[in-house]
């Protein structure tokens, strides 16, 4: 679950908490992101192919 723009502190719409409880929730990680500063972007893509290869590992052996 990835929370986007987290450089827009006024105009959050749902806080970090409420991430991080959904994402619990749905079993899955949570990470915030911001594109305009650069913040953590690279670090979901590696989370999202750590993922997606244990996935694949999973279900191809």
């Not at 994402?23 to 989370?47: Q, Y």
Request: proline share 2%; net charge positive; glycine share 4%.
């Amino acid at each position: 679950l990835v929370g986007s723009k987290s450089d827009l502190h006024r105009k959050r719409r749902v806080t970090a908490f409420e991430g991080q409880t959904l994402a619990r929730h749905m079993s899955c990680p949570f990470i915030e992101i911001s594109a305009r500063n650069n913040d953590c972007v690279n670090e979901a893509f590696l989370e999202l192919m750590r993922i997606v290869e244990r996935r694949r590992l999973m279900f191809c052996t």
